[in-house]
């Protein structure tokens, strides 16, 4: 699992998205985010950026641990 508690099911009632005429991309990766807050959050998405990487914090390592428990619920990618 990539991420617990997430079931995808296909079964007979799962119905495909016509896509003709769009364009379907991956999300975007932004390498360079400065973890302030989770309301950064929806911002991101709607620019298409579904993965944020964040440099290391000059502060303690629980720090980190900290910030990145507050980011768990959302759905986005942090690294």
Do not use: K
Request: zero cysteines; hydrophobic letters at 50%.
């Amino acid at each position: 699992d990539i991420t617990s508690g997430v079931d995808l099911v296909i079964g007979p009632n799962t119905l495909p998205v016509m896509g003709y005429g769009l364009i379907a991309t991956a999300g975007a990766v932004d390498s360079h985010v400065h973890l302030i807050t989770p309301r950064l959050v929806p911002v991101a998405l709607s620019a298409g950026v579904t993965t944020m990487i964040t440099a290391g914090f000059e502060e303690p390592p629980a720090a980190m641990t900290a910030t990145l428990r507050a980011f768990e619920q959302l759905p986005v990618n942090i690294g």
